[in-house]
């Protein structure tokens, strides 16, 4: 399996030398941006984009992996439709080509002829890049059932940040906003019991270096399975972003208003954008959680954090599951097994395109399991009978 995992690596920093291309010309970047169809918006935005640079990522990992991998090919699974309307109404299909040439031509469709954009984006997909990797610490990933693995890819989480180009709005090595929020997400599940098993998050614009006047990347990993667990961080002191003796949780300044303030009573609580670097602060240790009540967030946003976060000891966990054990006042290891998100069928009775995926029972994401009693118990709701719940959906892949 370590080769798959480079090769998931390495894909990861093509994606994220695609998005960081892309932002480099501002004439290239207005044409690549285009407003979602009413169904794919996220619930919680009043406006939505689709980025080409988005599907290229996407089209071009499922591309990858079949040449290298072909039973796995059909289970790349990700945010984005590969559907590119043109402004002459022309729906194209965007995939990934055999050659350069060939992708050139078909981009150059959907830039309405410019041959010229088309010619540099085909360039970076087909281009090889690689990223720095500790190859001792690759070699001990376990062996990973590839013929029962599914893939998770959000291109670019946190796409209005991507759009918008700011630098972004730091407080304590956190940062509220901005360029160090976009994240590129892949994630592996099993296909039969939903849990995730490796991930990988692309920061591509972790630092700005000055000197070269260009943003520059870091790379995340880690694969927990069968009782192993490896990841690319070193051991980290949980909530190190704190500005306070309080564990920091970070958040989205959308949750409601109550929630914030009885949080705020035991916890230093955090604003931020983007889920996947939300999950990221928690992967870092910078917070001590990550807390999301709403259904704002998709599984190909949580799939690869919380591989790696399972591989640190840590996991995230459906939040309504999980608060029917708030009484026992100790949450066994057993509970958050039970508890952790599935990644592998749809939610029961779902049938709208933006529900059917969402973590519609908010969640929390960890590293240290202790800290989530005090958490619950801040965030406890009253008493409520448990809803019955309808017959499972059958698998989705």
Known sequence: ???LFRTLINFS???GEIARSIRKEPTLFSLLVEEKGEEEKNIKFA?????????????????HIEQMYPSLGPHVHGEESAEFTNTLGENITVRVCETQEQTANLLAK??????EAASLLAAVVHSEVTAQIDEELIAKIPELPVDNLGIWIDPIDSTAEYVKGNNGNEEGGLFHSGLPCVTVLIGLFHRDTGLPIGGVVNQPFANYCQEKTKWVGEVFWGASYN???????????????????????????SEDKSLQEELSKSFQVFYSTGAGYKGLSVVMGMAAAYLCTKGSTYRWDTCAPHSILLAQGGGIVNLQLIKKHTDDQCITKEDLESCQIRYHQ??????????????NEGFIAYQDPQLLTNLLQAIKDPPQEPPSLPAPERLFF
């Open 227 to 253: 009782s192993s667990n490896v990841f690319s961080l070193p051991t980290l002191s949980v909530g190190k972003g704190s500005t306070s003796d309080k564990p920091l949780v970070i958040l989205s300044s």
């Open 47 to 63: 406006q939505d984009f689709k980025t080409l640079s988005d599907v290229l990522i996407q089209e071009a990992l499922r591309h």
């Open 1 to 3: 399996m370590t080769e």
């Open 110 to 115: 959907v830039l309405d002829g410019n041959m």
């Open 13 to 15: 920093e093509r994606a």
């Open 346 to 359: 749809v939610n029961p009775g779902a049938t709208a395109a933006n529900k059917l995926w969402n973590n």
